[in-house]
């Protein structure tokens, strides 16, 4: 567990700070470190900037209750790519995957629960206790999912088919028109193997409400609740907004060792997942830096970037900068006023940052008893392992949820995604005792009947969220050792998430694909000659998923070529 811990250089103990880099890059999360380490590979010099006293951003682990390590903002792992783990070599780096099975419990005030997992027969008898055509419908929908992900699938690894940004020369232009041309080709393909009704199905998933899409399959609410979870996490849209189809897509389109869309815990918490590829950035040759606040971006007047300065005042020169902080931060704080042209920065300035969720780590001294399940052993049962599904029992009350946030109020019965890794991870906690995540929804970012700043409000709304709980396991809140609360202002100041959204910016329709982060910007390069983006704010959005990172390295070596 050394290497959870292991320390990153400092900006004061740096002693090349007149070295040019050909790449610096803005913000140690996993997409920044991703970056690095194909930049690093391609043959360029690249240090890595990171602000906190740890790298990793929101896939962080960090010890702050003595004997506790809490995976502290995000705590499951599904969507890193594929290619990612395989290319960066992730598991000679230290990264094991803890699979979960079941997956899924949702325990019911009237003594019932639904426990789901990856075992078909097992599933099939579970939904049958709450209805047998949901039992039968089951399977079908979990595989109309599974090829709308196959057909999603090739979009996620590669830059956008985006328009071409400046002048340029006719070869240059006619390879681009080329390039796009095959894209879209690839897609009509996959499009025509997809077939008529899929591809409408499909259309009717990413624009409806998840609760249509929802209803129109399954009758239980049990069923439904457990699935709707997917279509709201990390929003602020209720399962009745149109669209809210596409997020429960995008968390199912991930997987674990080729396992389609199971999520794992990983060992030494989620923070393993960034120092895995740290090594790897550091082995191909990257520098990281810790401590290393950036405050503004170096502008010639030529408008190409050349540079950044650090919050101590030391100036590292460089040919590109990448950033991994969000497209709000990059461009309306590090960015010199009066460099960006008006639409794009009105267009920045206007994007939905906004965010409904906060997270909640707890140390415990035993494991939650629920009562549904009829066990008073402190043993770890199949309903631990998985996502814990707490809180409102129907689509209505999820809606009512999102109602109370948009109201101004955090939600009077909060849905929350209980999470315990220290039943499969034994490094994480003392012998005997529990790490717990609580992922919360909906908690605005300025309540309209308190602060967040004021410590008794802010321990009424944990206290509300134990209670509840409570509810289903009875003691719970006496297991408490201690926790951590995160709510959208800590989010921000913390992380450096923009609102406190966990995915650099809404995943709405809007602000998808090549309008993400703002239209006809959408393939990592920005206004600015050298600057590029690298974070979740663009394709193909947030989760743990590298790609971003890795997409836009891959721009960045294709322009080092042409130059």
């Given at each position: ?31 920044g470190l ?10 360029l ?18 010890e ?5 390590k ?11 790519r ?17 699979k ?5 419990f949702?325990?019911?005030?009237d003594?019932r629960y639904?426990?789901?997992g990856?075992?078909k ?5 579970e939904i ?9 419908a089951?399977?079908?929908y ?6 709308f992900?196959e ?10 088919p985006e ?5 340029s ?6 390879r ?13 393909r ?18 409806a409400?998840?609760?249509?899409v ?10 439904k609740v ?9 929003s602020?849209?209720?399962?009745h ?9 995008h968390?199912?389109?991930?997987e674990?060792?080729g ?14 997942v ?19 606040e ?6 010639e007047d030529t ?6 300065l ?17 497209p ?11 460099v960006?042209?008006?639409?794009f ?9 906004r965010?409904?969720t906060?997270?909640i780590?707890?140390a ?6 629920f009562q ?8 770890a ?21 999102a109602?109370?946030?948009e109201?101004?109020?955090p939600?009077?019965?909060?849905i ?6 220290t039943?499969?991870?034994k490094t ?10 609580l ?5 605005p ?6 602060s967040?700043?004021?410590?008794v ?5 944990a ?9 289903y396991?009875?003691g ?16 921000e100041?913390?992380?450096g ?7 650099h910016?809404?995943m709405?329709l ?5 309008m993400?982060?703002v ?5 990592y ?7 590029y983006l690298c ?9 743990v ?7 836009a ?5 294709e322009?080092f070529?042409k130059?």
């Amino acid at each position: 567990m050394w290497r959870q811990f292991r320390k990153f250089s400092s900006s004061s103990s740096f002693s090349a700070k007149e070295k040019k880099w050909d790449a610096l890059i803005i913000g140690g999360g996993h997409n920044g470190l991703t970056a690095a380490a194909y930049l690093a590979r391609s043959g360029l010099s690249v240090a890595v900037l990171e602000r906190r006293h740890i790298i990793g951003g929101a896939a962080v682990t960090e010890e702050l209750i003595p004997g506790f390590k809490f995976s502290r903002c995000s705590y499951l792992q599904s969507l890193l790519r594929p290619c990612v783990i395989k290319e960066l070599e992730l598991k000679r780096h230290g990264l094991k995957l803890l699979k979960r099975s079941p997956s899924s419990f949702t325990p019911r005030l009237d003594g019932r629960y639904l426990l789901l997992g990856s075992d078909k027969e097992h599933n099939y008898s579970e939904i049958s206790k709450f209805s047998k055509s949901d039992a039968d419908a089951y399977s079908r929908y979990e595989s109309q999912l599974d090829k709308f992900c196959e057909f999603m699938d090739p979009l996620l690894d590669s830059s956008t088919p985006e328009t071409l940004q400046g002048s340029s020369h006719l070869s240059t232009r006619m390879r681009h028109k080329l390039q796009n041309s095959a894209f879209w080709a690839n897609c009509l393909r996959r499009a025509l193997h997809l077939g008529q009704k899929d591809l409408v199905d499909l259309m009717d998933l990413l624009l409806a409400p998840a609760s249509k899409v929802l209803n129109n399959w399954f009758e239980a609410d049990v069923l439904k609740v457990t699935l709707a979870t997917d279509a709201v996490i990390g929003s602020t849209a209720s399962v009745h907004t149109p669209g809210s189809g596409y997020v429960l897509l995008h968390h199912v389109m991930g997987e674990s060792d080729g396992d389609r869309g199971i999520w794992s815990y990983v060992e030494g918490g989620m923070g393993s997942v960034s120092l895995a590829i740290a090594a790897a950035a550091e082995e191909a040759g990257a520098t990281i830096l810790t401590n290393a606040e950036v405050s503004k971006l170096m502008i010639e007047d030529t408008g190409r970037v050349h540079g950044v300065l650090l919050a101590d005042g030391t100036i590292l020169h460089s040919s590109v900068v990448l950033s991994n902080a969000t497209p709000f931060k990059t461009f309306m704080d590090l960015v010199p006023d009066d460099v960006l042209p008006h639409d794009f920065q009105n267009a920045i300035k206007c994007s939905d940052y906004r965010s409904a969720t906060s997270k909640i780590n707890l140390a415990v001294d035993r494991l939650p008893q629920f009562q549904c399940c009829n066990l008073s052993h402190p043993d770890a049962g199949p309903q631990h392992g998985g996502t814990i599904h707490i809180g409102p029992e129907s689509i209505e009350e999820m809606h009512s949820a999102a109602q109370d946030a948009e109201n101004g109020l955090p939600s009077r019965r909060p849905i929350i995604e209980m999470t315990i890794p220290t039943v499969f991870d034994k490094t994480i906690s003392p012998s005997g005792k529990h790490v717990i995540g609580l992922f919360i929804q909906y908690t605005p970012y300025k309540p309209s009947d308190g602060s967040w700043e004021n410590p008794v409000y802010r321990e009424s709304f944990a206290q509300r969220c134990f209670s509840l709980i409570d509810e289903y396991a009875p003691g719970f809140s006496s297991s408490i050792i201690g926790y951590d609360m995160l709510t959208p202002p800590d989010l921000e100041r913390e992380i450096g998430l923009t609102g406190g959204n966990i995915f650099h910016g809404s995943m709405g329709l809007d602000s998808l694909f090549l309008m993400r982060p703002v239209k006809g910007w959408s393939n990592y390069r920005t206004p600015i000659e050298g600057l590029y983006l690298c974070g979740s704010g663009t394709h193909p959005g947030g989760g743990v998923m590298g790609a971003p990172g890795r997409n836009a390295a891959n721009v960045v070596i294709e322009d080092f070529k042409k130059s």
